[in-house]
């Protein structure tokens, strides 16, 4: 079969596309076909290295994958071959307390596709079969694949960390990303009024069409002035972080009294600072917020099946140009998913 993958960490030139002996199944586990694979910043780190990690080499990106199940294992009695299906991008030891507590996420040996294990960058990839969701025949795997990571990290910040109420202010930093345009979509679900922000005119007007009320551009305006501006000085009740430190101070800026503050990642830098007197005296809330369970992704994919949220995807690549589908992501030319098809 062919496979994208890496022997060592660096820039998009690391990833090499090859031919690789195709997977043998255990009994527990289906064997698919991927039919797409969507690229997240997770891959961007685990291809350049992260510090503390080690990756067994060589290594095989892309935790967001849909596809077609070719074979079951003997003892896998719920998935048969032929189903059209996505992935759980999430993998966990399925015994612990945790785990049986529905906080999958929070299992110590929580792990994903294209991180812990090879992922979907490939032709045929052995699976477990509880991670298998069968899609509608409606849903395109460009869109199946795009789905699962963003919608269920932006419906863990929103609905479990920041508990968001009917009506409520919402400010989702960067809506190009796969998460943000995720979380502009479910805040709307619940009438909530989105601020959104993005970088330049056509992402923008992007935006807006996917929802959001009124829109910052974050390299020429002032966040929390424009917040200030759109709530009559008050503030949001909840802002959906994950830029980092190029973002974090005017974040808390916008954020009413009693707002939380709810954040997955540190795309732009993770040295961000708080100033402890805001922080209790305007009785703030601050939430990190991991993935999601394996419930909650259930959840939120009755939404997008529905097609009540539409997962964005941005361009499509063959697997054999996932060079350039790294550099789209890598440059922020993108709005929503970029996904590579085998």
Same mark, same amino acid.
Request: aromatic share 8%; with cysteine; net charge neutral.
């Given at each position: 079969?062919?496979?994208?993958?890496?022997?060592?960490?660096?820039?998009?030139?690391?990833?090499?596309? +090859?031919?690789?002996?195709?997977?043998?199944?255990?009994?527990?586990?289906?064997?698919?076909?991927?039919?797409?694979?969507?690229?997240?910043?997770? !891959?961007?780190?685990?291809? *350049?290295?992260?510090?503390?990690?080690?990756?067994?080499?060589?290594?095989? @990106?892309?935790?967001?994958?849909?596809?077609?199940?070719?074979?079951? *294992?003997?003892?896998?009695?719920?998935?048969?071959? *032929?189903?059209?299906?996505?992935?759980?991008?999430?993998?966990? %030891?399925? /015994?612990?307390?945790? %785990?049986?507590?529905?906080?999958?996420?929070? %299992?110590?040996?929580?792990?994903?596709?294209?991180?812990?294990? !090879?992922?979907?960058?490939?032709?045929?990839?052995?699976?477990?079969?509880?991670? #298998?969701?069968?899609?509608?025949?409606? @849903?395109? =795997?460009?869109?199946?694949?795009?789905?699962?990571?963003?919608?269920?990290?932006?419906?863990?910040?929103?609905?479990?960390?920041?508990?968001?109420?009917?009506? +409520?202010?919402?400010? $989702?930093?960067?809506?190009?990303?796969?998460?943000?345009?995720?979380?502009?979509?479910?805040?709307?679900?619940? /009438? %909530?009024?989105?601020?959104?922000?993005?970088?330049?005119?056509?992402?923008?007007?992007?935006?807006?069409?996917?929802?959001?009320?009124?829109?910052?551009?974050?390299?020429?305006?002032?966040?929390?002035?424009?917040?200030?501006?759109?709530?009559?000085?008050?503030?949001?009740?909840?802002?959906? +972080?994950?830029?980092?430190?190029?973002?974090?101070?005017?974040?808390?800026?916008?954020?009413?009294?009693?707002?939380?503050?709810?954040?997955?990642?540190?795309?732009?830098?993770?040295?961000?600072?708080?100033?402890?007197?805001?922080? =209790?005296?305007?009785?703030?809330?601050? &939430? *990190?917020?991991?993935?999601?369970?394996?419930?909650? @992704?259930?959840? #939120? &994919?009755?939404?997008? =099946?529905?097609?009540?949220?539409?997962?964005?995807? !941005?361009? $499509?690549?063959?697997?054999? +140009?996932?060079?350039?589908?790294?550099?789209?992501?890598?440059?922020?030319?993108?709005?929503?998913?970029?996904?590579?098809?085998?």
């Amino acid at each position: 079969m062919k496979v994208a993958r890496i022997y060592q960490h660096g820039g998009p030139e690391v990833l090499v596309y +090859e031919e690789a002996p195709e997977p043998r199944i255990k009994a527990n586990q289906v064997l698919l076909r991927v039919r797409a694979c969507a690229l997240n910043h997770l !891959d961007l780190w685990v291809r *350049g290295g992260i510090p503390g990690m080690t990756f067994s080499m060589p290594h095989i @990106l892309g935790s967001d994958i849909a596809g077609e199940v070719v074979a079951a *294992g003997e003892l896998c009695e719920r998935v048969k071959p *032929g189903m059209r299906v996505l992935l759980s991008p999430g993998l966990s %030891c399925r /015994q612990c307390e945790a %785990c049986l507590s529905g906080r999958d996420n929070f %299992c110590r040996r929580f792990t994903m596709f294209g991180y812990g294990v !090879d992922g979907g960058n490939a032709e045929l990839l052995a699976a477990p079969e509880y991670t #298998v969701i069968p899609i509608p025949d409606d @849903l395109a =795997f460009e869109e199946a694949a795009a789905a699962p990571l963003v919608s269920l990290t932006a419906w863990h910040m929103l609905m479990s960390r920041a508990q968001l109420q009917p009506g +409520e202010d919402v400010l $989702v930093l960067a809506a190009s990303s796969g998460v943000g345009s995720m979380a502009i979509q479910i805040a709307k679900l619940f /009438q %909530c009024r989105v601020i959104a922000t993005a970088g330049g005119e056509v992402k923008l007007a992007r935006a807006k069409e996917l929802g959001a009320d009124h829109v910052i551009d974050h390299y020429r305006e002032n966040i929390s002035a424009e917040v200030k501006k759109f709530t009559g000085k008050r503030g949001v009740d909840v802002v959906v +972080e994950h830029v980092g430190t190029a973002t974090w101070a005017k974040s808390l800026e916008s954020l009413a009294a009693g707002g939380r503050l709810v954040t997955c990642g540190a795309t732009t830098g993770y040295d961000a600072k708080v100033d402890l007197r805001f922080l =209790f005296n305007r009785q703030f809330s601050l &939430l *990190g917020s991991f993935m999601g369970s394996m419930g909650e @992704l259930h959840q #939120v &994919l009755k939404f997008v =099946f529905r097609k009540q949220i539409r997962p964005v995807v !941005d361009r $499509v690549y063959p697997l054999g +140009e996932i060079r350039a589908a790294h550099q789209r992501l890598e440059q922020k030319e993108q709005f929503g998913k970029v996904v590579v098809t085998p």
